[in-house]
């Protein structure tokens, strides 16, 4: 029309998907970041800005439409971060600055398979949630800042010198019961060792049913939580498994073996020389077993989120996330974030494969080129039968650099002041940010090759494949009956350029780099896929690795609610949901426990 003053619009750059198309889709992603296509994406509804988020101590039913299938049935457990923000403290409002930060927030979705006296009667889907830091946000309200040591909460520029020096040798603040720590990253059940707080609980064991239900973060302790009402009611230190498992840092992922229900992890103690202690607490002992103690003099400490259990090693990387002075600068800077080294293509990651089977302790050393990982994705072996060496492959979401850690600062997610035009303007730093679904190959000789010691010479490990974004992304999850085996299927949250968090999901085919993303609404964030297998039918072959279902507890940034997500996890399309009136936080991760057909929960194996 003449004389029209309508500014044109700009073609939409399309996630292509397939193998043949995934250098374009990264570099179209790369360019919808530096454009700021994600300003039109409400990420600050319900999960960070959105205030209101309540606990719903419930249950309260949601209303389901679509369908989730009855073996689905079970209780979702959901983890992560449910306040942001506290009013009226001495020092104003006080605000959370990174996403991992959040004062913690745990839910429970239980999903009520159809009455045995009415085949015809729909799934039901009930929810409650709790807070478990409330003793913490208490303190803050009443001092105006945070009296632990935090992820990455920028320090109080009023602390001087002085200050600092006293952080370093104060020692750490008394816990004031279990809704004082800030834990809730993840969920792990049934910790053999730790005797229960919980009412009426009965001793930890595998293959009973749930029995203890703990959640976890990047430090040396654990919370207890009630499996019925989420109250914490306990918490323990891994010094309760072991004496010498006193260093303050460990894994938000622990490792279960998927045939004893052992779980693994390390310890990591700090200062004059950096200690790893990779430990075993046993299911059928109720002890805990050191597997490996590893330190040498140019070993440094690092920031390190998860690791990697195959059929016959615990294999703990060093990421190039060094924790400055011997690890002191933790406690000196008052948090974890801006205690990490400047980014250094000289820190090489450091690979250690620790016998699990035996005594052995280190069996290999290996080394790859500097780099980062939040999250391992599965670890199997293969065997050289020429040679009788191990083949091990380890898959992790990696990064080139460690700039990814600021990514998720809340002024970044948030779009404050245009700290997130800033951060994605950076052209090296936005495409260091997008994460890459890597494979590493370690060939671990045979036991007769070892004689008494094959860990002194450091090999190189191989990288077998990586994996660019969008056509992979973070929370990796897979089907839980191929952990420590050879999968094909990766889920994950896929960041296709037009959020500044994550955007869709997005299943991932190792074997032929194929993709199929979920057709998600605009401003619909999802969570964790959470992969919830089809059971074997009695007599029947083992069901294919991608036949069961996704359940994602997905925010409605635009109404401002969210809903639990049924994904057909072959075609990642939608066959139900479960539709809250109020918004749920987007969360970190979360554990499905099933039930059993007699109505008795039944162990998940991985």
């Known amino acids: 029309m003449a004389g029209s003053t309508e500014t044109p619009t700009k073609p939409p750059r399309e996630v292509l998907g397939g193998s043949k198309n995934e250098d374009t889709d990264f570099e179209n992603t790369v360019q919808r970041m530096r454009d700021a296509d994600f300003e039109d994406w409400p990420n600050e509804a319900g999960n960070l800005k959105f205030e209101g988020l309540d606990e719903i101590r419930g249950p309260v039913d949601l209303t389901v439409k679509g369908s989730i299938p009855s073996w689905a049935a079970g209780t979702l457990y959901r983890t992560g971060p449910g306040l942001f923000m506290i009013d009226d403290t001495p020092k104003g409002t006080f605000r959370t600055t990174h996403w991992f930060d959040g004062f913690g927030q745990s839910h429970r979705f239980d999903i009520i398979a159809n009455s045995r006296d009415d085949a015809d009667a729909p799934i039901r889907v009930q929810y409650s949630s709790k807070r478990q830091s409330q003793a913490l946000i208490d303190a803050v309200r009443k001092d105006g800042k945070r009296p632990d040591v935090s992820f990455g909460q920028r320090a109080d520029p009023c602390i001087g010198l002085f200050g600092k020096i006293m952080s370093v040798w104060r020692p750490p603040p008394t816990s004031q019961g279990p809704s004082f720590d800030n834990v809730c990253v993840d969920i792990l059940p049934n910790v053999p060792g730790l005797p229960s707080e919980a009412k009426g609980a009965a001793e930890s064991g595998h293959r009973s049913g749930l029995k203890t239900l703990w959640l976890t973060t990047d430090a040396g302790v654990m919370k207890e939580v009630d499996q019925h009402t989420l ?40 200062g004059y020389r950096t200690t790893y202690r990779i430990f075993r607490a046993s299911v059928s002992t109720g002890k805990t077993d050191i597997l490996a103690t590893i330190s040498y003099p140019d070993l440094k400490p690092a920031y390190i989120h998860s690791f990697f259990l195959s059929p016959s090693f615990v294999i703990l990387c060093v990421p190039s996330s060094h924790l400055g002075m011997r690890g002191i600068a933790v406690p000196w800077k008052g948090n974890i974030v801006d205690a990490i080294e ?27 080129p500097a780099g980062f990982f939040f999250h391992s994705v599965n670890s199997f072996e293969e065997r050289d039968e020429e040679t009788g060496d191990t083949i091990v492959h380890c898959d992790a979401i990696a990064y080139p650099t460690n700039d990814v850690i600021r990514a998720f600062e809340l ?196």
Request: proline letters at 7%.
């Open 231 to 270: 109250e914490p009611v306990g918490v323990a230190r891994q010094e309760k498994l072991h004496p010498l498992l006193k260093g303050p840092l460990s894994c938000a992922h622990a490792q279960r073996d998927p045939n004893t229900g052992d779980i693994f992890n390390y310890n990591l103690e700090m």
């Open 342 to 368: 400047p980014f250094d293509e000289s820190k090489l990651c450091r690979w250690f494969v620790v016998d699990r089977l035996g005594d052995r302790g280190v069996v290999a050393e290996f080394e790859s």
């Open 411 to 606: 002024d970044v997610i948030l779009q404050t002041n245009g700290v997130a035009k800033k951060f994605w303007g950076d052209e090296d730093r936005n495409r260091s940010c997008h994460a890459k679904l890597t494979r590493h190959k370690f060939r671990v000789p045979g036991l007769d090759a070892h004689g008494t010691d094959g860990s002194n010479t450091r090999l190189s490990a191989e990288k077998v494949f990586e994996i660019k974004a969008p056509h992979a992304g973070e929370l990796p999850t897979i089907n839980p009956a191929y952990a420590t085996k050879k999968h094909r299927y990766v889920y994950s949250l896929a960041n296709r350029g037009y959020s500044s968090l994550l955007d869709s999901l997005v299943k991932t085919d190792i074997a032929t780099r194929d993709t199929v993303f979920w057709d998600n609404p605009k401003g619909h964030s999802p969570g964790e896929a959470i992969f919830v297998p089809r059971p074997k039918p009695q007599g029947g072959e083992d069901p294919e690795e991608d036949d069961g279902v996704l359940l994602s507890v997905v925010l409605d940034g635009v109404n401002k609610s969210s809903y639990l997500l049924c994904l057909d996890a072959r075609t990642m399309e939608e066959l139900g949901r479960a539709e809250c009136d109020f918004a749920i936080a987007v969360g970190f991760h979360g554990l499905h426990w099933p039930s059993a057909p007699n109505g008795v929960s039944a162990a998940p194996l991985s």
